[in-house]
């Protein structure tokens, strides 16, 4: 009989032992905790060009998350991305005029949309779209721009 | 003759390919036994106690020094481009999705593998199986069944821990020797690391090398030669196997996974 409680005290510890690593692999590793809360609603905007933009990549105002990415998708008839972006819930009063922009965070980090609230006293429903819209900076372009122009002064 | 050597070519691939059918017929087997560990769920206990909790000391210990290891060399290629906060995503995103999986199932393969192996060898070769049929019990169900799912359940738990003591390894060496920020080292971690993409799918894999190495290592026993040295080259060859399969399973698993 001892010998059996045994057997159940090593099992339960091991399996109550695997799951608190699974545990902390879901909650103190990845995103799961993050994700999590609240559903939030969901917004459209269309840019020009999206640079590297990724599903999943931060949507940001003043600086701080308050949504991401959900995808991306080109408009045939426009030739523009419609990029979909999920905000938080909570985020409820993004006036109708505010202006959407493609940053990069640091010179090689990843791009992430940085919302500039406007002045209207609307604000955008769930499913509503973001009009004022600022492509992606690309850097060969900037590169181009810079060395046609210096060539211009010179010349 | 001219035609020999074909002949032994020939002779060889029906030879493994008779192997692989009985090593599939012994899964049928196995699989049809599954009542038997809801009947007897203390056979299954007794191996999940074999092969996952005698387990833990191999796995653990190797965990902390992959993890730490882990932490030192990343931070040496890290900050040569300035990017130290990233220390906390390359030592999870590397033990999530490949390492925690494979090698604890390489170490698994090793250590509890070649046990099962042994075991069911000389179980054969002492003619026990045997006895077990001639008492009318089935020994597949009996005696694989329960080895089968001990070595199916432990390995995920397995791969989880030793993920979870690496990354904690990691965070020693990283924030506490090398000075990264215990911030970063986290909060970078948690936004690129996705649960249902990084984690799951590392359970998932985990899952596949536990039904591997395990069925590998029970039919090595089962079909060996019932002799000292049928029941060597049985050991040997269950871990071998088991290690080529994982480290090839791995392959197009991450192929699958996480090429989209």
Redesign the interface.
């Known amino acids: 009989m001892a010998k ?1 409680q045994n ?2 005290l ?2 339960g ?3 109550a ?6 545990f ?3 909650m ?8 999590a809360g609240g559903e939030g609603y969901v917004l459209t905007a269309r840019f020009t060009n999206v640079g590297s933009l990724k599903v ?1 990549a931060p949507v940001t105002m003043a600086g701080v998350r308050i949504g991401r990415v959900e995808s991306l998708r080109f408009d045939k008839t426009t030739y523009m991305a419609v990029v979909t972006m999920r905000v938080d819930a909570g985020i409820d009063a993004i006036p109708e005029d505010t202006f959407a922009n493609i940053f990069t965070s640091g010179l090689l980090g990843e791009q992430y949309i940085g919302l500039e609230p406007g002045g209207s006293t609307d604000y955008l429903q769930d499913g509503g779209e973001i009009a004022h819209t600022q492509s992606a900076l690309v850097l060969e372009q900037m590169i181009g721009q810079f060395l046609f122009k210096k060539a211009g002064e010179s010349g | 003759m001219l035609l020999d050597p074909i002949a032994t070519l020939g002779r060889a691939v029906l030879a493994s390919l008779t192997r692989l059918g009985r090593a599939n017929l012994l899964l049928v087997d196995i699989l049809r036994g599954t009542g038997e560990i809801f009947r007897h769920p203390r056979l299954l206990g007794e191996q999940i106690v074999n092969i996952g909790v005698l387990s833990l000391l191999i796995v653990g210990v190797s965990g902390l020094f992959v993890g730490m290891v882990l932490g030192l060399q990343g931070y040496y290629v890290l900050a040569q481009f300035g990017a130290e906060e990233s220390l906390g995503v390359m030592v999870a995103a590397s033990l999530v999705r490949e390492l925690g999986p494979v090698v604890a199932a390489l170490l698994v393969a090793g250590r509890a593998g070649s046990a099962l192996t042994a075991e069911i060898g000389l179980m054969k070769a002492t003619e026990q199986l045997s006895g077990l049929e001639m008492m009318a019990v089935d020994p597949v169900r009996r005696v694989l069944t329960p080895r089968f799912y001990g070595g199916v359940l432990a390995m995920p738990m397995l791969a989880a821990i030793f993920s979870a003591v690496g990354i904690l390894g990691g965070y020693f060496v990283g924030v506490g020797l090398l000075g990264v920020d215990t911030g970063a080292f986290w909060s970078q971690m948690q936004a690129k690391i996705d649960f249902a993409e990084d984690v799951v799918n590392g359970v998932i894999k985990s899952l596949a090398f536990g039904v591997v190495v395990t069925w590998i290592a029970l039919f090595q026993g089962y079909d060996s030669a019932p002799t000292s040295v049928g029941v060597s080259r049985s050991t040997t060859r269950s871990v071998v196997h088991a290690a080529l399969v994982v480290l090839g399973l791995d392959f197009v698993l991450t192929a699958l996974m996480f090429g989209d």
């Open positions: 059996r057997v159940e090593m099992v510890a091991f399996v032992l695997g799951l608190v690593a699974l902390f692999l879901a103190k590793v990845s995103n799961l905790s993050l994700s999943r």
